[in-house]
């Protein structure tokens, strides 16, 4: 139970950490996005990283995300990847970043599954080992550890944690991990956007030393990079049979700066950008959708336009609604109600999607 700092509102879908409600954040979002960057500051400095990403006149350009840091001299950017050091940036690299990864068994539980060919077979022959589910045949799972987001509600958080430790992994060292039981790389995190140089050369390396053989490349993020690295990104997953899913976490502007620190836009532009390309694999599916269900902020409405959204660029992208659990800065949250999300299903289906389900659902009350 927390009270509204604007409105004085009190409820149990009200986050006490961001100390606004979603009626505040609508109609007067200038001042409810003013109290929500103090709590975005509050859990970045915690961790050592810049409350906002910098903007230094003089400071060294990176423009691998939407946050296009300008970094001063002796600071990181926002992602706390990439230092100025001398005039120079130190840090991540193609050849070496900051990451851990495991091998999980197929099926697995990731975002496509219930769509993708290690799931389902879908694309056998060509991308698939097996006609239905891939048993005996493993996922790389790559966690990066940075993110462009902060994310009030981050399920994976420890990850910030590691951002600003003194060591990178040489690109060689998880390439040399893909075995031939390895079907697939799932690059997530964190978020692969800062990493991408890294990332799209592991995953080039792999390809080239796994030749005539199934290697799916497949991404889950927040869509917030560079459009050239995003075009690397399609490339690589239409030609191995793997697919782009997009966390598309909000669709009013401020909600979204309100829960991640950062604008949609660029998240929009790279969805239907990466839309554009569907016409050019159907099976399996090469673009997918996700939104997590958090309570008291992700309601119908939000569902309603992002759904309408996908739906323009095309009906036939599976969209997965998430289910919430309380995490991070706003672990004061209820779990969502069953009654909830199966409205948001209804919504997402009206809106003209084919392809909609609700995922983690054992976390529904």
């Known amino acids: 139970m927390a009270q509204c700092k ?24 200038s001042d409810a996005l003013l109290v929500a960057m ?10 050592g990283l810049p409350e906002r990403p ?26 706390g990847l990439r230092k100025n050091k ?11 970043g900051k990451l851990s990864w495991y091998h999980d068994p197929l099926p697995t539980n990731c975002v496509g ?38 994310c009030l509600f981050c399920q994976n958080w420890h990850f910030r944690q590691e951002t600003l430790r003194p060591y990178t992994t040489p690109v060689h060292n998880l390439v040399s991990d893909v075995d031939e039981k390895t079907s697939c790389i799932c690059y997530f995190g964190g978020d692969p956007t800062p990493q991408l140089p890294f990332a799209l050369k592991a995953s080039k390396l792999a390809i080239e030393e796994n030749k005539d053989r199934i290697l ?17 990104m399609i490339k690589l997953s239409l030609n191995s049979g793997g697919c782009v899913k997009f966390d598309l976490k909000a669709w009013d502007e401020n909600l979204h700066k309100a829960l991640t620190g950062i604008t949609n836009k ?59 659990y309380p995490h991070f800065y706003m672990s004061d949250l209820p779990l969502v109600s069953k009654t909830l999300a199966e409205r948001c299903l209804k919504i997402a289906r009206k809106q003209g999607l084919t392809n909609v389900r609700i995922g983690n659902i054992h976390l529904l009350t």
């Open 54 to 79: 910098p903007k230094d006149p003089e400071g060294i350009p990176c423009n691998i995300c939407v946050n296009e840091c300008r970094i001063p001299e002796n600071s990181t950017g926002y992602c």
């Open 216 to 232: 799916r490349i497949c991404w889950e993020t927040n869509g917030s990079m560079h459009k050239g690295l995003l075009d690397e």
């Open 266 to 324: 660029r998240t929009l532009e790279n969805f239907l950008r990466t839309g554009e390309k569907i016409k050019e694999r159907s099976v399996p599916p090469f673009l997918i959708a996700s939104t997590l269900l958090v309570p008291g902020y992700i309601d119908e409405d939000e569902i309603s336009n992002i759904a309408r959204f996908i739906a323009s660029i095309n009906p036939d992208i599976p969209y997965s609604l998430l289910a919430f």
């Open 113 to 150: 599954d219930w769509v993708c060919p290690g799931g389902t077979g879908a694309g056998y022959p060509k991308y698939a080992y097996a006609r239905g589910p891939e048993y005996g045949y493993k996922n790389l799972a790559v966690f990066f550890h940075a993110c462009s987001f902060n």
């Open 38 to 47: 103090k709590t975005h500051a509050k859990s970045r400095t915690a961790f």
């Open 6 to 29: 604007l409105c004085n509102t009190v409820s149990n879908y009200i986050s006490k950490e961001l100390g606004v409600c979603l009626k505040c954040i609508r109609e007067n979002p």
């Open 86 to 96: 001398g005039g120079r940036l130190t840090g991540v690299s193609p050849e070496e």
